[in-house]
């Protein structure tokens, strides 16, 4: 079985693809056949990027604790299985946007061609498409699984190997698994901000950090008040806003929905489908920590003008806790979608319906 060439969007074509990405997209093709769907989309690519098991965006994955039939019992719980099959399922439009993503991440790293590690980082950089959901369902912070794929594939080549590096933005950085030479990461850690938009930036282990926020955190602790506990920085912002007010909009809304004193109107106002995640939220509200204080946006990620995926903590006097969910806007108004929500509850040990 072979998968016919298609353009991409710049005007490239899948001759780009290297002998094991062919590879990842027919067996993605084939996944799609024995779970009878109509379409292939990015969490059918993600099996396929999996089964190449020999492969560096395989053995990455598996270091993030995901495994083949974690990925397949997700996608058939949340998914299901069709009647219909289609001899040639075609491409949904976010997996032929990861597509062109896996095409800009190979050439943002000096690589003409296109292997199943760029394909993965296409599938990060899409964000919005079910297989980033099942990744984050699975607890991986995708953002971390992004920098190490990179670290996988930035390293010096041998001598007389003749595939491209551009060897002079390369920096020696030390990581859990030792020192290794990387890329200079595009963006601030904290900000997001395009590193080369910087006048100066600290890299410190995978992480870097712009000068403007190593400013912005100077004043922030300089003005902090000295009887708080815990220091809070802005949330980190990807993307473009649809309009000024949407983080605002999104910061409350978070806050609504996942705070210790919100009233069922509001929470209805908030959270997409409430009416009928309300008796499992009640639930789930009764096991959050009862001295919770904070909740903390660390970033939010515009996916399009009607999505926003946010990483948030609740932070108690105990620790804090790491969430991850997804928002939509309806009539300028942000509500966390359900499935974000039932995923939420489900964390609890709550099952809920889907």
């Not at 396929?48 to 083949?68: H, K, M, N, P, Y």
């Amino acid at each position: 079985m072979t998968v016919p060439p298609q353009r991409c969007q710049d005007g490239d074509t899948f001759e780009r693809f290297t002998d094991e990405a062919r590879r990842v997209l027919v067996l993605a093709q084939e996944e799609a056949r024995l779970l009878a769907h109509e379409y292939i989309g990015t969490e059918h690519i993600l099996l396929g990027v999996i089964r190449v098991e020999d492969g560096i965006a395989a053995s990455t994955l598996r270091s993030f604790g995901v495994e083949l039939d974690n990925i397949r019992d997700r996608l058939y719980t949340t998914v299901g299985t069709s009647t219909a099959p289609v001899s040639s399922p075609p491409f949904t439009p976010r997996a032929k946007k990861s597509l062109e993503y896996s095409l800009r991440e190979a050439l943002s790293l000096g690589h003409q061609t296109i292997s199943p590690e760029h394909l993965l980082l296409g599938i990060i950089n899409e964000g919005s498409g079910l297989a980033v959901e099942i990744l984050v369902s699975l607890g991986v912070d995708v953002d971390d699984l992004r920098q190490d794929v990179i670290d996988q594939v930035s390293r010096p080549p041998s001598s007389g190997s003749s595939r491209p590096w551009r060897s002079q933005r390369l920096i020696n950085v030390t990581g859990r698994h030792g020192p290794r030479w990387s890329p200079v990461p595009p963006a601030c850690s904290f900000c997001g901000r395009d590193t080369w938009e910087s006048d100066h930036f600290v890299s410190v282990g995978t992480t870097v950090i712009c000068s403007t926020c190593i400013v912005d955190a100077g004043r922030a602790l300089g003005a902090a008040d000295p009887t708080e506990w815990q220091l809070f920085l802005p949330p980190r912002v990807f993307g473009t806003a649809p309009e000024p007010t949407a983080l605002e909009s999104i910061t409350a809304a978070i806050r609504v929905a996942f705070g210790s004193e919100s009233s069922a109107e509001e929470l209805s106002r908030v959270i997409e489908d409430f009416d009928e995640l309300q008796p499992f939220w009640v639930l789930a509200a009764e096991r959050l920590p009862s001295d919770q204080r904070h909740i903390v946006l660390d970033r939010v990620r515009f996916l399009d003008d009607s999505h926003a995926a946010v990483q948030f903590r609740t932070a108690f006097a105990g620790g804090s806790n790491l969430h991850q969910v997804v928002l939509v806007c309806t009539d300028q108004d942000w509500q966390v979608t359900a499935a974000s929500m039932r995923e939420f509850i489900r964390g609890f040990g709550i099952p809920t319906p889907r």
